[in-house]
C-alpha cells in the first residue's frame, strides 16, 4: 500500500489521502506541514514557505525593499500561494532527492489556507513538486471542496493511506504521572492540538531539551503525543479535553496570558532598519540618468497658472543640508523613437507571465452589497493571478520614516494566536490590537479576505466593550485596515469598492480624538485621499488635496519635515489630475532636492525619485502645453518615464512598473507610435491582471481600445473597453466612468458605418449607463481632453 500510494503520487503530482501517512520511499525528502499545528490564518503555507527557503538556502533578511503608503495604496506581497508554488517548482529543478510537499491534517486548516490549496489544486500545470493532501477525519466545508477539488481533476487520486495504529485500551491515569510530566501536558494542551516545542519552552520558563525529555518520557507511559517532526507535537481531542479541564481556570488565564504576550511581544518590538537594497546602492547610477525637469517647464504653458508654493517650498527644504528646490540638470536618458528601443524587460517580462499557467480565476460568491436587479448581469473579464517570481519580505516604513516590525521570519510570530489566547485571558483590547495587526499582515501577504476577517474580528470584539479613547482609536486602526483592503483589492462581490472604502475610512475618521497619535491620523489622511483619489471626479480630487495637505500640515506641527515631505509626490499627483502643472512641477522639483540629497541614508529615496519621476512624465498628458511644442513635451515624458522604469524594476515593483508601462503606451499613443503603445499596453494588462491591480487595469484596458481601434481590430477594441467599464463599476469610479464615456462616444463615431458592431457597442452602451447611475455620474461633453 505504502509504494502504491507513493508511486501514484509521482505520476499524478496531487493526490488526497485518508488515514494515516505510510513512511515514504528512501529515495524521497518531505517537506511536511502539520495543519492542526497553531491553526491560524495562512499559518501552514507560511510554514512551508519557510522550510522550502531553507531547503533551496535562501534567507529572507537582507534581501528585503523599502515599502512605503502613499496616495496610491500600499505595494502587497504577492499571493502566498503563487510564492510557494514559485519555490516548490524551483525545488523541483534541483538535482538529488526527489522532493514531496505533504500537508497533514488538512481538515484542520484554516479557510484562507484551505482557498489557497484550492487554488493550487485546480490549476493543471501550475506545480511541478508531488503534493500530498492527508485528511485524518472527515473534511467539511471547506476542507470538503477542496478534496472535491482533488477528486475533479482525477476521481483516482483519491486514495485511502494505512489505518491509524490502535490506542491503548487501558485509560491514562493522569494524575499518576510525574508531576513536571503532567505539567508539560497541560501547557500542550493549553497551547492547541497542535504545539511547538519552542513556544511550550518558554511558557515553561525551561530549556527545549528539558521539554522533548518530558515529552519522551509521557510517549514511555503510555500516553498517546504523536511527533510530528520539526518540533511540533499533537495530542487526541480525548487527551486534550483531559488535559485541559485538569488545569484551575487562574492558572489557564494565566498561561493564556503569557501565550499572548509571547506570540505577539516579537511583532511590536523595533527592528533596526536594514541594510540599504540593491536598488538603494545603485542611486547614483540612477540620479546620472535621471531627466532634467527644467524641460518640462519649458513645454508646459503655465501662463494661466497661479504659482504660490513658496512657504510649502521653505518647509520642505529646511531639513536638506542646503538643497535647492531645482535639482540641476541631468543627462538626457537614450530615444526611444524606434519600436526596437523599447525597453527588452517589457517582453522579459511578458514572456514569463506567458510561461507560467494562470491561477483559477477569482471565486464570485459572496455578494456583500447585492445591486438592483438587473444592474450586474454581464459576462465579465475575471481578474486571473499568475504566480511569479520570488519576491522579498517587504520592510514597511510608516509616513513619519519609521521602521514597522515585520514579523514574518519569525515561525512563531501569530498575531492570530496571540489575540486568540488574550480573549481567553481576559485582555479583549490586547486581543483587538493583535487582530489589527494581524489584519494589516495578511494584506501586506497578498490575503484580502483574511485581513477583512481579522479588522472585523477585532471590530466584534471592541463592540462588546465600553467605550474609551483607547478603544475608539482601536476601532479606528480596525476600521483603517479594513477601509485599506476595500480599496486596493480586486471584488466587488466581496465589498472591495471604492464607496465601501471610503464608507469605512471616514467611519474611522469619527472614532479619532484630538490627541490621537500623529501616525495614526495620517495614515488615515492618506488612505482617503488615495479613495478620492481614484474616485476622480473634481470634487473628488480636492477632497485628496484637502486630505493630504492636512497630513502635511499634522506632520510639520510634529516636527517631522522628511515625513511630511513624503507627502510632495501625493500632493503633485493630485495637481497633475487636475491639470495644474504648475503646482505639481514646484512640488515635483522640492521631492527630488530633498531625496537625491537624502538618497545614501533613506532607504526610501529611490521609491520617491522613483515617483517624481513618474508624474513627471504624466505631465504632458494632463497639462496644457505651449502651441506647436506637443511633440517635444511627449518625447521629454518619455524620457522621465524611462528613468521611472529603471527605478521601478530596481525596487521589484511590478505595480508601479506596469503603471509607468501604462503611461508609456499613452505617450506613444499621443505620437501615432501605435506598435509601441500597444506593446507597453499589453504589456502593462499583462501584469496588473496578474496581481489583481483594478484600478490599473481599467485605465489600460481603455487606452489599449483607442489603439487597437487605430490597429484596425475593432471586435477586440470593444472588448476592451466593455471590460474597462465593468473594471470601472466593480470598483466605483465616477472618474473612470467618465473616461469610458469619453472613449465610448469616439469608438462610436470611428465604427458608425460598421453595423457588424452594432451590438458589441450597445452592450457596452448598456453597461455604461447602469453604471453611470449607479454612481450619479452625469455623462460628460464628449470635446474634453481624456
Same mark, same amino acid.
Given at each position: ?13 496531487? @493526490? ?23 491553526? /491560524?490564518?495562512?499559518? +501552514? ?35 502566498? $500561494?503563487?510564492?510557494?508554488?514559485? &519555490? ?98 497541560? /501547557?500542550?494542551?493549553? #497551547? ?8 511550550? %519552552? ?12 518530558? &515529552?519522551?518520557?509521557? @510517549? ?62 545603485? @542611486? ?57 528601443? #523599447? ?9 514569463? /507571465? ?28 475575471? &481578474? ?9 519580505? +517587504? ?45 494589516? =499582515? ?38 483603517? $485596515? ?10 466587488? !462581490?466581496?465589498?472591495?469598492?471604492? *464607496? ?5 475610512? $471616514?467611519?474611522?475618521?469619527? !472614532?479619532?480624538?484630538?490627541? *490621537? ?28 488635496? %484637502? ?16 515625513? /511630511? ?16 502643472? *504648475? ?20 532607504? *526610501? ?25 506637443? !511633440? ?41 507610435? &501605435? ?96 453604471? =453611470? ?14
Amino acid at each position: 500500500m505504502s509504494d502504491s500510494l507513493w508511486q501514484k503520487l509521482h505520476e499524478k503530482m496531487i @493526490i488526497a489521502a485518508r488515514g494515516r501517512l505510510p513512511d515514504p520511499p528512501p529515495d524521497s525528502q518531505l517537506i511536511r506541514v502539520s495543519c492542526e499545528v497553531a491553526p /491560524a490564518a495562512l499559518r +501552514p503555507l507560511l510554514e512551508a514557505r519557510r522550510l522550502t527557503e531553507a531547503i533551496l538556502g535562501e534567507t529572507r533578511s537582507g534581501r528585503t525593499r523599502p515599502r512605503t503608503r502613499t496616495l496610491f495604496g500600499d505595494t502587497p506581497e504577492r499571493a502566498t $500561494e503563487a510564492v510557494v508554488v514559485e &519555490l516548490w517548482n524551483r525545488l523541483a529543478k534541483q538535482n538529488g532527492a526527489r522532493w514531496v510537499v505533504v500537508f497533514d491534517a488538512v481538515e484542520r486548516a484554516d479557510e484562507a489556507t484551505l482557498a489557497a490549496l484550492t487554488q493550487i489544486v485546480q490549476q493543471p500545470g501550475w506545480l511541478r513538486l508531488p503534493l500530498l493532501l492527508v485528511f485524518h477525519d472527515e473534511p467539511k466545508a471547506a476542507a470538503a471542496e477542496l478534496l472535491a477539488a482533488v477528486r475533479a481533476r482525477d476521481g483516482d487520486s483519491v486514495v485511502r493511506g494505512e489505518e491509524a495504529l490502535a490506542s491503548e485500551a487501558k485509560p491514562i491515569k493522569w494524575s499518576t504521572l510525574p508531576p513536571e510530566v503532567l505539567r508539560a501536558l497541560r /501547557a500542550g494542551a493549553l #497551547i492547541g492540538p497542535g504545539f511547538e516545542v519552542r513556544v511550550l %519552552a518558554e511558557l515553561l520558563s525551561i530549556d527545549p531539551e528539558l521539554v522533548l525529555e518530558r &515529552l519522551q518520557h509521557a @510517549i514511555d507511559l503510555g500516553v498517546p503525543v504523536e511527533d510530528r517532526g520539526e518540533g511540533k507535537f499533537s495530542l487526541p481531542s480525548s487527551a486534550l479535553s483531559a488535559l485541559s479541564a485538569s488545569i484551575i481556570p487562574s492558572l489557564a488565564q494565566a498561561w493564556h496570558r503569557k501565550l499572548g504576550q509571547l506570540l505577539g511581544a516579537r511583532a511590536a518590538r523595533a527592528i533596526p532598519p536594514p541594510p540599504p537594497a540593491p536598488g538603494i546602492a545603485g @542611486i547614483a547610477k540612477f540620479q546620472a540618468e535621471s531627466v532634467d525637469d527644467t524641460r518640462v517647464a519649458e513645454i508646459i504653458d503655465m501662463s494661466h497658472e497661479v504659482v504660490d508654493l513658496a512657504s510649502e517650498t521653505a518647509a520642505a527644504t529646511s531639513g536638506t543640508s542646503g538643497a535647492g528646490v531645482d535639482a540641476g540638470a541631468r543627462p538626457v536618458a537614450p530615444d526611444t523613437s524606434r519600436p526596437q528601443a #523599447i525597453s527588452g524587460e517589457i517582453s522579459d517580462r511578458v514572456e514569463s /507571465a506567458q510561461s507560467n499557467p494562470p491561477r483559477r480565476p477569482v471565486q464570485r460568491k459572496t455578494v456583500l452589497a447585492p445591486p438592483a436587479e438587473g444592474a450586474r448581469s454581464t459576462r465579465r473579464k475575471t &481578474l486571473v493571478l499568475k504566480p511569479e517570481v520570488d519576491m522579498p519580505a +517587504p520592510v514597511e516604513l510608516t509616513a513619519t520614516g519609521k521602521v514597522a516590525a515585520a514579523t514574518v521570519g519569525d515561525p512563531l510570530i501569530d498575531n492570530v494566536r496571540a489575540a486568540e489566547h488574550m480573549r481567553r485571558a481576559g485582555d479583549l483590547d490586547s486581543a483587538a490590537e493583535h487582530l489589527c495587526e494581524a489584519a494589516r =499582515e495578511a494584506a501586506a501577504m497578498g490575503a484580502p479576505q483574511a485581513a477583512v476577517e481579522h479588522a472585523n474580528g477585532a471590530l466584534a470584539l471592541l463592540a462588546t466593550l465600553p467605550v474609551g479613547v483607547s478603544r475608539q482609536r482601536l476601532k479606528a486602526r480596525a476600521l483603517l $485596515e479594513l477601509g485599506r483592503v476595500q480599496w486596493q483589492a480586486p471584488g466587488y !462581490e466581496h465589498g472591495f469598492t471604492l *464607496a465601501r472604502a471610503r464608507a469605512s475610512l $471616514e467611519a474611522a475618521r469619527a !472614532e479619532l480624538d484630538a490627541d *490621537a497619535p500623529v501616525e495614526l491620523v495620517v495614515d488615515l489622511a492618506q488612505a482617503l485621499a488615495g479613495v478620492h483619489f481614484d474616485l476622480g471626479d473634481p470634487p473628488s480630487l480636492a477632497l485628496a488635496l %484637502a486630505e493630504v495637505e492636512e497630513a502635511s500640515r499634522v506632520l510639520h506641527a510634529a516636527n517631522d519635515a522628511i515625513g /511630511a515631505a513624503r507627502l510632495f509626490n501625493d500632493q503633485a499627483a493630485v495637481r497633475v489630475r487636475m491639470g495644474d502643472g *504648475a503646482h505639481a512641477l514646484k512640488l515635483l522639483r522640492a521631492s527630488r532636492a530633498i531625496f537625491d540629497a537624502r538618497a545614501q541614508d533613506d532607504p *526610501a529615496a529611490l521609491r520617491e525619485l522613483a515617483e517624481s519621476e513618474h508624474l513627471l512624465a504624466n505631465l504632458p498628458l494632463h497639462a496644457r502645453m505651449r502651441l506647436g511644442r506637443e !511633440e517635444e513635451g511627449y518625447a521629454i515624458g518619455m524620457d522621465h518615464a524611462l528613468a521611472a522604469e529603471r527605478a521601478f524594476g530596481e525596487l521589484d515593483d511590478d505595480r508601479e512598473l506596469a503603471r509607468v508601462w501604462e503611461t508609456m503606451g499613452r505617450l506613444d499613443l499621443k505620437r501615432l507610435r &501605435l506598435e509601441e503603445a500597444r506593446l507597453r499596453l499589453e504589456a502593462a494588462f499583462e501584469v496588473q491582471t496578474r496581481i489583481g491591480d483594478l484600478t490599473g487595469l481599467a485605465q489600460t484596458t481603455e487606452f489599449l481600445s483607442e489603439v487597437l481601434a487605430w490597429c484596425g481590430r475593432n471586435a477586440e477594441a470593444i472588448t476592451m473597453l466593455r471590460d474597462s467599464v465593468i473594471y470601472n463599476r466593480d470598483k466605483g469610479s465616477p472618474r473612470g466612468l467618465i473616461s469610458n464615456r469619453q472613449a465610448f462616444t469616439a469608438l462610436s463615431s470611428r465604427f458608425a458605418q460598421l453595423p457588424q458592431h452594432a451590438d458589441g457597442l450597445r452592450e457596452v452602451e448598456i453597461l455604461l449607463a447602469a453604471g =453611470e447611475r449607479e454612481l450619479g455620474v452625469s455623462p460628460p461633453d464628449a470635446t474634453e481632453e481624456r
